[in-house]
């Protein structure tokens, strides 16, 4: 992102900012992480991402649909070139047998599009957390890797 000169915001659900976090522990982040976004509940994903409610009532919130809708508006809502989203069931309640506890959606966008993945972490509610910032990141780091 140095190299191009682009900043990173977060929309965050599942994980209560906890991406942000790690990518503020990096002394020197203030050049590359624009601002996260908390949006816990779903009238913050409308609110502050502008994700359309009727989405939200149609899909739920953990789905592709909205995930998505994070990550574009989280773009429109900040000065960043580049957002993640995640929005899933850490547990230890919540899950159907649809959207199984463990179940996250997540969202990539860039100027170039927007790109969504669904994974089924396992574990108690701190590691489908933990694993949930792993795979954010490694996949946007994937993502913006010039292939060879």
Known sequence: MLKRQWMLATAESCTGGMIAAVCTDFAGSSAWFERGFVTYSNEAKSDMLGVPAELIATHGAVSE????????GALQHSRAQVALSVTGIAGPSGGTPDKPVGTV?????????VWSDMQRFDGDRAAVRAATVHHSLTRLMELLTPPN
């Not at 649909?65 to 574009?72: E, F, H, I, N, T």
């Not at 959606?105 to 599009?113: E, N, R, S």
Request: glycine share 12%; no cysteine; proline share 12%.
């Open 65 to 72: 649909p909205v995930a998505r809708a994070m990550a574009s």
């Open 105 to 113: 959606w997540f969202g990539w966008a860039t100027p170039d599009g």
